[in-house]
């Protein structure tokens, strides 16, 4: 049903359909009202759940660790500080292959202390085996956790749903959240294969020495690779059940013709999306590439898309501290050494800690790049605050 | 306890903790903050952990402190806190007071284990807990400190369990000095943290901190309802002085629980048509065997 | 955020497309804040901070010597605030329309609580003619129902009065 409504809410209601057996949290601000939701949902009688009330992230992560390996379908919502701090159990996750799901209100990471939003969290994560979709707007959002348990129970890999705090988890705008009949035939209940069962008895999480670790590294990484069809496969699934796109790959904005091109990922895209038809009646060709899965990274797609696009421009709201930008790093990579001679690749850093971005940022950083690549900057920076030896 | 009498009952107005920040009106913690501080004096650090106190009285460029502040994380002030007095002492600086600060879940959730350390390690460092009952910082959702039968945002239905113990279990790690005190009593505030920063080793103190907001009440009855706290036996004042009981607050009229709860929204539920008489009972039982436990 | 959200929810009950969000979002419960609010006839995509409104609605009078108000309005937009004052009384520097209602005041009188919400709205309706009233009224209903939400209709219906009259 269409209605207008929170992105927080439209989540937690699209997860209550998703029938999680156990939901465990800890607050945290942008999170917050997706999981009072949810609470609000269990206490109701809404969804038959448990709902486990936790001291820390940390346990949250362990509580539903321990749900998922006992054969639970579970859930758990963070960011910035909770996911950081929970660390240690993500990467458990995914060693043990449990069908997880996420969600990552994206939020800044202290010190120093910024409750706004921009994608460090996530990009801070990105090497611990979890698929990563990153969401474009609150539809998007909802859509995208009905695929991850989908994705996450064909793959047994943990799904990371991004969508970045404030600006989308407490915006309110049109979603249509799908009834449960609909999403019960999209989504089909937990065949677990792998748990604790005194009636199956095996170990989950022995210690593995010099002789066996590395093959589970190697296993991993390629299960990430091979989960790129499965993506791919309940996108499409998602597309002819639902009557809409969500999801995949990558997703592509007046690219054809385009004699620039941005590569982003996240809501920023929507302010894009309106720079591109803007500058479109000023009769210049800007196109997007709109990045939906971060991990698995789709180097191929972008390769294929962009072969022939000599002027690309990458916008991210995160950064690696003493290398740059973390986006254009990986996009960079997704072109043999041989075709980079005369492509541009630049890398603007922007909205860091919930800093605005407008259409006329967006506008400056086009037009720079047309006069000439920039290696790494900072969009909208102000040197007003920085003192002289530090810039 | 070398300080005399007179000294440890004069109620100390410093402007350690001074006004312009952006807490809600008639905030307990603000109130009691700004005791705590004056209490302290200006030889003192506070390591404050995220929450309410931090984020309404330390944005960047305009913080209310007038002492040296330290904010790292959430669950961490205690172990910060150690790391100073470590410092301190391999530097052979000082004295100073350190005093570690946090609401709900920097003392008994998220940040427990910082402080058992902190306790168990015995650093000289006085930890207060600001109590408002729920993490209202983030949107009052309940926390281990959350009563018996409380609306929260995450326990919509009322709080199924009892409220966490945290000045006994700061007391069993064997630590010297524990208290407990509401903000409507300035002087046994301050005296209490006075007596405290006097002790060697780490001392625990109690807050009561009513949040107007959280508890649904209007911020001119925080007085009334610290007097209810007390009167009704939910919330007990006395001193553990080396592992004894010591110093408590004798009710001297009993109030049925009733007219505590009756006061604040977040209760309000248990008033209403299908409102739950067992719950306010049970409430009563926790009233009584308080009573019981520490002969109030 | 509470009137950006009502607004949001009757523009889209008018059959247009609306997004609401707040602008940086206190973590502190009853901190004071600013929404933006975008209504149109197209999907919107954007999402920057809104710098240029149309309209401005001020829910907080004391706001206007403490903060920066005016800045970014449009020239011939308009200012809406709460208050008992005149719009000539405000002595606003702008070129913008400036229309105020004393929405505190009506919402103790009819609803009981201080909360100017539905009056500001119903005003702020009443004014533009964005938005029909009774898309504001099937938001009311929406979010609270029973007396409170009948109360804020009929405070509504006293702002359009009042706003029609001048």
């Known amino acids: 049903m269409l209605k207008q409504v929170e992105g927080s809410r439209a989540v937690a209601e699209v997860v209550a359909k998703c029938r999680p057996n156990v939901i465990s949290a800890y607050p945290i601000t942008p999170q917050t009202h997706i999981v009072e939701d949810l609470a609000s949902i269990v206490g109701r009688g809404d969804l038959d759940a448990e709902y486990v009330n936790v001291e820390s992230e940390f346990s949250a992560a362990s509580v539903v660790l321990g749900a998922s390996a006992a054969g639970a379908r579970a859930y758990s919502a963070t960011t910035s500080q909770g996911l950081l701090l929970m660390s240690e159990v993500i990467y458990c996750i995914a060693g043990m292959r449990l069908p997880i799901v996420f969600t990552i209100a994206n939020r800044a990471i202290s010190a120093p202390l910024s409750i706004w939003n921009d994608q460090q969290d996530s990009m801070a994560l990105r090497d611990a085996g979890w698929i990563q979709l990153h969401a474009e707007d609150n539809q998007e959002a909802a859509d995208l956790h009905i695929q991850a348990f989908k994705i996450a129970e064909e793959t047994h890999l943990p799904v990371m749903v991004c969508m970045d705090g404030f600006i989308l988890t407490h915006a309110f705008e049109p979603v249509d959240v799908p009834d449960q009949k609909e999403v019960d035939n999209f989504l089909p209940p937990f065949k677990p294969t792998n748990i604790v069962d005194p009636r199956w008895p095996r170990g989950i999480g022995l210690f593995a020495d010099p002789r066996f670790y590395m093959e589970t590294r190697y296993t991993l990484h390629r299960a990430m690779e091979k989960s790129e069809e499965t993506i791919k496969k309940v996108s499409e699934g998602f597309a002819k059940a639902f009557g809409r796109d969500s999801g995949g790959f990558i997703k592509t904005y007046k690219l054809k013709d385009a004699d620039v091109v941005v590569i982003s990922m996240g809501s920023i895209v929507g302010t894009i999306k309106d720079l591109i038809d803007q500058l479109e009646e000023e009769g210049k060709k800007v196109g997007l590439l709109q990045i939906c899965s971060y991990r698995p990274f789709p180097r191929r797609e972008i390769y294929n898309s962009l072969k022939d696009k000599m002027n690309i421009v990458v916008v991210e709201k995160s950064i690696s501290l003493g290398r740059g930008g973390i986006l254009a790093s990986d996009v960079r990579w997704s072109f043999p050494r041989a075709e980079k001679k005369d492509r541009n690749i630049s890398s603007f850093i922007a909205g860091l800690g919930g800093r605005n971005i407008t259409k006329n940022d967006l506008r400056y950083m086009v037009e720079k790049v047309e006069k000439e690549p920039v290696e790494l900057e900072f969009l909208g920076l102000k040197k007003e605050l920085i003192s002289e030896k530090d810039l | 306890m070398n300080q005399n009498a007179e000294e440890l009952n004069k109620v100390e107005k410093k402007d350690l903790f001074t006004s312009g920040h952006r807490a809600c009106g008639g905030c307990g913690q603000a109130l009691a903050a700004r005791l705590v501080q004056d209490a302290s004096g200006e030889n003192t650090i506070a390591c404050v952990a995220t929450g309410c106190l931090e984020v309404f009285s330390s944005p960047y460029p305009d913080p209310s402190w007038r002492i040296p502040f330290l904010h790292s994380l959430f669950e961490n002030a205690s172990a910060v806190a150690s790391g100073v007095e470590a410092a301190y002492k391999a530097l052979k600086k000082g004295p100073v007071n350190i005093i570690a600060q946090g609401g709900d879940g920097s003392t008994a959730d998220i940040g427990f284990q910082s402080i058992s350390g902190m306790f168990e390690r015995g650093h000289n460092v006085l930890y207060v807990c600001y109590d408002n009952e729920a993490y209202m910082n983030t949107g009052v959702q309940r926390s281990s400190f959350t009563p018996y039968g409380a609306r929260t945002s995450t326990t919509p239905m009322g709080n199924k369990t009892r409220k966490k113990n945290m000045p006994l279990i700061a007391a069993d790690h064997g630590i010297p000095y524990v208290a407990t005190a509401t903000v409507d009593d300035f002087r046994d505030l301050q005296r209490k943290v006075k007596t405290a920063l006097s002790i060697e080793g780490p001392k625990y103190i109690h807050i009561l901190a009513p949040c107007p907001l959280g508890w649904g009440h209007h911020g001119e009855l925080t007085v009334q309802i610290c007097r209810l706290a007390k009167d009704t036996g939910l919330f007990p004042i006395y001193e553990i002085i080396d592992g004894k009981l010591a110093n408590v607050k004798k009710i001297r009229a009993k109030v049925p629980v009733e007219e505590y709860l009756k006061l604040q929204g977040r209760f309000s539920h248990l008033f209403k048509k299908g409102g739950s008489k067992e719950t306010i009972a049970e409430i009563q039982n926790i009233a009584n065997q308080n009573i019981e436990r520490y002969n109030l | ?166």
Do not use: W
């Open chain 3, 1 to 166: 955020m509470a009137a950006a959200e009502l607004l949001s929810i009757a523009a889209f009950k008018d059959g247009k497309f609306s997004q609401a969000f707040p602008s940086f979002g206190a973590e502190r419960v009853g901190a004071p804040v600013m929404a933006f609010v975008r209504i149109d006839d197209k999907k919107i995509r954007t999402r920057e901070d809104v710098q240029n409104p149309d309209y401005l609605i001020v829910q907080d009078y004391n706001l206007i010597g403490s903060v920066p108000v005016l800045d970014g309005l449009k020239p011939d937009g308009l200012i809406l605030v709460n208050t008992e004052l005149k719009p000539e009384e405000l002595q606003l520097k702008t070129t913008a329309k400036v229309e105020t209602i004393p929405a505190t005041e009506i919402a103790l009188e009819i609803i009981g609580r201080p909360i100017p919400n539905a009056i500001m709205i119903g005003a702020f309706c009443t004014i533009t003619g964005l938005i029909s009233l009774d898309a504001v009224q099937e938001a009311i209903m929406g979010k609270f129902p029973g007396r409170v939400g009948e109360n804020n209709v009929a405070a509504l219906e006293r702002a359009h009065e009042i706003m029609q009259k001048r």
